[in-house]
């Protein structure tokens, strides 16, 4: 158990719908990174997170948002979903900042599929 | 185009012996993870390297940052091992992550 927990841990939406990921980091991890993995893309970054401020932005698409809490949880918006949104989405904490210099704890992911 | 690519794709290999899988990269890194991706779709960060040599249990990566190369090596496998193996770098601009398409290991008895 990495500490990350991940809810839902399946949903299944249809096309045209909005559905929001939820992620709880590790107690003290201050970063929250947001990945995407489909069977024809692989793993692809999506967005980082730093103590509730926008750090770093990957493969984003613009019906995507995310936002980070004072808390320190994280949410995942996905909006308009496609049938090629459907992919296993998987929120990682790290301690600090530069989480090139810090192992990633990932949660265990939520599968999505849109019909 | 892929900034990171990993080889072999698919390795099966008998219970005990020695494994290699290379990784090699284009970008500018601050640093090169190696992950571990079990059959049920869990992730678990092996290694955090950006420069040297690391070891872990059976298991040691290895980085070259002159030749963009690193090396993730699995001594005496064993069946447990059997996952895919995902090599990622940060890049030392814009701190974007980039993935290899991974190594779908089969240690078998």
């Known amino acids: 158990d990495s500490g990350v927990t991940q809810t839902p841990k399946h949903l299944i939406t249809a096309t045209g719908q909005r559905v929001t990921l939820r992620c709880s980091p590790r107690?003290?991890?201050?970063?929250v990174y947001w990945y995407q993995q489909s069977l024809d893309q692989g793993l692809q970054f999506l967005i980082q997170?730093?103590?509730?401020?926008?750090?770093a932005k990957g493969n984003i698409l613009e019906r995507f948002s995310a936002q980070q809490f004072p808390d320190l949880h994280s949410e995942l918006n996905l909006s308009s979903l496609e049938l090629g949104d459907s992919a296993l989405y998987f929120c990682?904490?790290?301690?600090?900042?530069?989480?090139?210099?810090?192992?990633?704890?990932f949660g265990p992911g939520t599968r999505l599929t849109v019909l | 185009k892929n900034e990171v690519e990993q080889s072999p794709q698919n390795l099966t290999a008998q219970e005990g012996e020695f494994i290699t899988i290379n990784c090699s990269y284009s970008?500018?890194?601050?640093?090169l993870h190696w992950l571990q991706q079990h059959p049920g779709g869990g992730i678990v960060s092996l290694f955090m390297?950006?420069?040297g040599k690391k070891k872990h249990g059976r298991l040691i990566a290895t980085i070259n940052i002159q030749e963009k190369h690193s090396s993730l090596h699995i001594t005496a496998s064993h069946p447990r091992d059997s996952a895919v193996y995902i090599c990622?770098?940060?890049?030392?601009?814009?701190?974007?992550?980039?993935f290899g398409t991974g190594t779908s290991l089969t240690v078998i008895p």
């Open positions: 390297l950006s420069s």
């Open positions: 107690s003290g991890d201050l970063s």
């Open positions: 970008v500018g890194i601050s640093a």
């Open positions: 997170y730093y103590n509730g401020e926008e750090r």
């Open positions: 990622a770098v940060r890049s030392n601009t814009g701190n974007q992550f980039y």
């Open positions: 990682a904490s790290s301690p600090s900042l530069l989480a090139g210099y810090n192992e990633q704890f």
